[in-house]
């Protein structure tokens, strides 16, 4: 059986290929409004594909942009949930891209486009291993359930408002997402934790209007300057965070862990040279790995005010703006730190100026535990997949909804992913290995089968 | 004959108004490439102005936007140079104008528009008194030339280099300058000291492109923190510059100037007020009107880095830029600051990001001795044109080339400013009040008999 469906994916390799490249076309930017229209042309076309390989699909509304939800029975009862998401992240600096963000360009076994490895790629990877399935045995060896979600890019709330008013009908035994990446382009993994995360944006307002630094300047407070002040009393120079008890409630690395990481043998140089970067840099006294892994941050996402343009202008701007976002790991709690974040930016803020915050997006961390049947199970079907062993990694991203599915589902969760951070994902010329893609759709097939 | 000028003022105010509004359409942003064809029209519109008022008048090359010179003999062989500039600030933010910014509009006396007050409305001041002597008397009380620049606003060198090279020929008795402010609305003012300037960009890199701050936070530094940081390190919350030697070389405040300030009954309420600022801010340990007209700044013009649309975008930015500029105050030498400057720069930056530093801008800050008998000539001009007395003030901005006439010519320098600080030069709304134009239109002709 293994052997025809692996034949399967082979025969139909081409196809498969240019189905997803018709996914990849839709701008679904859920974070941009303009492009909410492309969005739900996005969810119909993968309503219309999944209706057309016999599953029972529709788009749900949750509020907010639409969930895709498809059904198939099986030979067993058991219920695996596929979750992904089919929005994607804006495909700005444009003048960066070499291909079309929204035309798939392939060049040497690689896809390039926006939502190629995140996460559209990954997803299709799951819904031709369903096609594959059924057209090499005529049902699926379980009941699978797709839940695809289109606001995962721009934190909205959709699927989890969705899932905590439908748990008691969802309910499955296992979920399967595939939204994170592989250890390297030869080394299938197993995700077992993923940082959260507490963001948002907060602008200092000084004088009702930019003014002249020549006439004002010594007179009263700078915009720009406080939100640099008080950015540099949030990080330290050596990479520490400085806001008060913000460390407090860090797990500290198990032995096992410590093991697993030392023999990964992460490679300093490799990461930071493919970047133009000199050296890595991070919290003081924790290796590079363990620092994207299981260390929070605390960065800038974006900051502006004042005159941005060509050439200068003497002004004292009128307001300045940031974009910040931390990254959260076991057990810090999103509530404690956004409040912790808020409460310092406060404390340092001058009354010189007006602070307006934002509300924090939040998204707890997570962390399986790594004996449970289903991580044994997806090891074998890895195997099948890619012919190579699996190693057990975390994450330094979040997904926002793993969390939703761990309080409300009560299930194994597993992230199972088939990316690369060198993909690119939310950069210019984002990609995906057709090779990841077509082991991938194995490796989910044979998923459903072993689970 | 102070009657009779006064008077012909008096019945062509409409019309001198109506000129101004002429020459204040043109959007002659000299920081701005794209507007040099508009510069150029706007210097050739005063060119033809001139010659029809019987001057002789004609445009200077000496490399970048072209220089307006126009001369007329007069009963003495004194020669007074008048200088001004007829280039204007950039208009953006432009949705925060209530009128065109390129179309003068006037409401209850007051003009507004680019180039209103800074410096096209100051300027025109004195060609509408040349045309008043001319037309009343039938020729000048002594010569006068015009010397007008399209570069002051984007920090060019074409005046001061036609300065240099023509210093002898020039050679002017004294240069008179409306290009800074009364003290109130009823109080002309002579300054008698202008802070100057170092000006530069740098911009902080890091990773290539921008990447995703999950999969490398805590990997890398993150350049918009970097520059946060920066800053954070160059002027401290209470307001004292950070930057080593800094301050070594800015004089004392004199027993007459603490005296004069005091009379002065400067109001930190009223000056903030209008700016909706809850209270002025600075350099510990100074009032408000010492820390704008004889402390030194640094300040932030403009920052921008990483993704800065709606909504949010988890990254860390490729690089982030700002755009600083120190006002200076004498005798703190330009050259020393901006490598002061840019060595403290350099020794806090990171190693883990590359930084790029523009080359500096700069402007040394200029004092004079208000016992010269052109001062006291002023006095007794501004007395007759506003019917009030001045009072000697200095001025928190910046003339660059009042210096290179006070090296080049060597002659005094008159600082006869007919704006307020209130009139918005260099931010949205820029305005004029017309009572100042006409009023300045006859203290300018009276200046140039009593001088």
Redesign the interface.
Known sequence: MAEKIDAYVNENRERFIEELKELMRFPSIS???KHDGDTRACAEWLVAHFQKLGLEASLVDAGGQPIVRAQAKGKSAKRVMVYGHYDV??E??LD?WQTPPFEPTIKNGIIYGRGSTDDKGQVFAHVKAVESLLKTDGELPCEVLFLLEGEEE??GDALARYVRQAKDELKPDVVVVSDS?MYDEKTPAITYGL?G?A?F?FTVK?????????????????P??V???I???C?A?D?KILIPHFYDDVAPLEPWEAESMAKLAFDDQA??GE?????????AGFG?LE??WM???F???????????????????AS????V?A?LVPHQDPSRIAKLIAEHIRS?C?????LEMSDF?MCPPVLFDVNDPTFRAAQEALRQGFGAESVFIR????IPVVSTFVEQLGCPVLLMGLGL?SD??????EHFSLDSFIKGTKAAAHLLRTI
């Open positions: 974070a941009q409004s992240q804006p700005d600096p960066q721009s934190g990446t940082r995360m963001g944006e000084g004088p009702d209007r930019d003014v002249h630094s020549g006439a004002y300047g010594g007179g009263i407070a700078n720009a300057m939100v640099a002040q950015m540099a009393a990080v120079p990479g990461f930071v970047l133009n970067v000199a050296r890595p840099h991070g919290e590079t620092r994207i260390r929070p941050t960065e800038i996402n974006g900051i502006y005010g004042g005159y941005t343009a060509e050439g200068a202008k003497t002004i004292i701007p300045a703006t940031v974009k976002s990254r340092v001058p009354d010189t100026v007006r997006a994450c330094g991203g979040s951070d690119g994902p939310h950069s210019p010329n």
